[in-house]
């Protein structure tokens, strides 16, 4: 069975930094591609940063140049490494997987940014 736990997250200043990980079981991290999404309060769940299993990566825009996602197969997770953080940034942070055709989330992790 596929689960995923997030941890990391926290209250932070702005241009502050954090890092979320999410600990994978019942997938194969690097034949998988994974997902962190964010849903900040009153908006929808958006795509934050994905990396394939050919180590390709993938940002939004609104992060590009400050997050960074890598894997550690030894440890099957998942990692965001959040730089430079803005109040804008503010939000439950999910991890994501697929696995024959179905959608695995984990439970997030609260990332608040404030002074």
């Known amino acids: 069975q596929v689960r995923l736990v997030e941890s990391g997250g926290g209250l932070v200043q702005p241009g502050g930094s954090l890092r979320l990980s999410c600990a994978a079981s019942?997938?194969?991290?690097?034949?998988?591609?994974m997902y962190w999404y964010r849903q900040a309060p009153g908006k929808e769940r958006e795509l934050v940063a994905s990396i394939n299993s050919g180590g390709d990566t993938n940002y939004a825009d609104s992060v590009k140049g400050r997050f960074t996602i890598s894997r550690d197969y030894a440890r099957s997770a998942v990692y965001l490494r959040m730089n430079m953080l803005k109040p804008e940034d503010t939000a439950i942070y999910y991890c994501?997987?697929?696995?024959?055709?179905?959608?695995?989330w984990g439970k997030g992790t609260l990332v608040t940014v404030s002074s």
């Open positions: 994501n997987t697929w696995r024959q055709g179905k959608a695995y």
């Open positions: 019942g997938i194969v991290i690097s034949v998988n591609a």
